[in-house]
């Protein structure tokens, strides 16, 4: 059997190296992301009001 060349570290590097398998799909989450904090607003998670409201569940 033939032994093979130390690969360069800078070629093995090369093969970990991150890749977008979905092209365009971190700018659609963007987007998404976007167009939801625009219909949202206002609506955004407030633990206090979150704790009253339990609060209030559990009076009735």
């Given at each position: 059997?033939a032994?093979?060349t130390?690969?360069?570290?800078?070629d093995?590097?090369?093969?970990?190296?991150p890749?977008?398998?979905?092209k365009?799909?971190?700018e659609?989450?963007?987007?998404m992301?976007e167009?939801?904090?625009?219909?949202n607003?206002?609506?955004?998670y407030?633990?206090?009001?979150?704790?009253?409201?339990?609060e209030?569940y559990?009076?009735?």
């Open positions: 059997m032994a093979r130390k690969m360069s570290r800078e093995r590097a090369k093969q970990f190296m890749f977008a398998a979905l365009g799909f971190d659609a989450i963007k987007r992301e167009e939801c904090a625009k219909n607003a206002g609506l955004m407030d633990p206090e009001k979150l704790k009253r409201d339990e209030e559990q009076d009735e």
